[in-house]
């Protein structure tokens, strides 16, 4: 099993935006884009991963994931409601999204697995904590024996 974390508030997914590009040539064409945010959320995740695999091969195989987000509890609140918040009386109910949290798993591709379809039990858990992070967990199914190559 391998274990991360990325601190601070959890962010979610943004969707692309569509910007239309000239060539040089004065023709005209749509472009799509991942917004900055996103794609800056998904590299230090991608060297959160790095780091905790410690120059190991990616998993192959089925895998289970587990996201969990600890959101920040508002600075609004009163102190019982926070205090039901930080005990999981209190739930966080809205951004980020359950699919837009599990969709940075993307970035994980080539660093912890092969690819994301090896990803057969998955589950984003979302509670209040006092330090904001992003926690993911991935854990064979399995265990299977190394990959050989064969030579010609």
Same mark, same amino acid.
Request: hydrophobic share 40%; aromatic share 8%.
């Given at each position: 099993m391998i274990a991360f974390e990325l601190d601070g508030e959890p962010v979610g997914w943004q969707r692309g935006g569509i910007r239309v590009a000239e060539t040089r040539t004065g023709k005209r064409f749509a472009t799509v884009y991942t917004p900055s945010k996103t794609r800056k959320y998904q590299a230090a995740l991608a060297w959160a991963a790095k780091a905790a695999m410690r120059a190991k091969p990616p998993f192959y195989g089925p895998l289970m994931i587990t996201v969990?987000?600890?959101? $920040?509890?508002?600075?609004?609140?009163?102190?019982? &409601?926070?205090?039901?918040? *930080?005990?999981?009386?209190?739930?966080?109910? $809205?951004?980020?999204?359950?699919?837009? *949290?599990? &969709?940075?798993?993307?970035? *994980? &591709?080539?660093?912890?697995? *092969?690819?994301?379809?090896?990803?057969?039990? $998955?589950?984003?858990? &979302?509670?209040?904590?006092?330090?904001?992070?992003l926690r993911i967990e991935v854990q064979p199914l399995e265990a299977l024996p190394p990959l050989v190559s064969e030579s010609p």
């Open positions: 969990t987000a600890f959101m $920040g509890v508002p600075r609004s609140w009163s102190n019982k &409601k926070r205090d039901a918040a *930080l005990a999981g009386i209190v739930r966080p109910t $809205g951004k980020p999204d359950f699919d837009n *949290l599990i &969709k940075h798993v993307d970035a *994980l &591709k080539t660093i912890v697995w *092969l690819d994301d379809a090896q990803v057969v039990d $998955g589950r984003v858990i &979302k509670i209040y904590d006092e330090r904001p992070r």
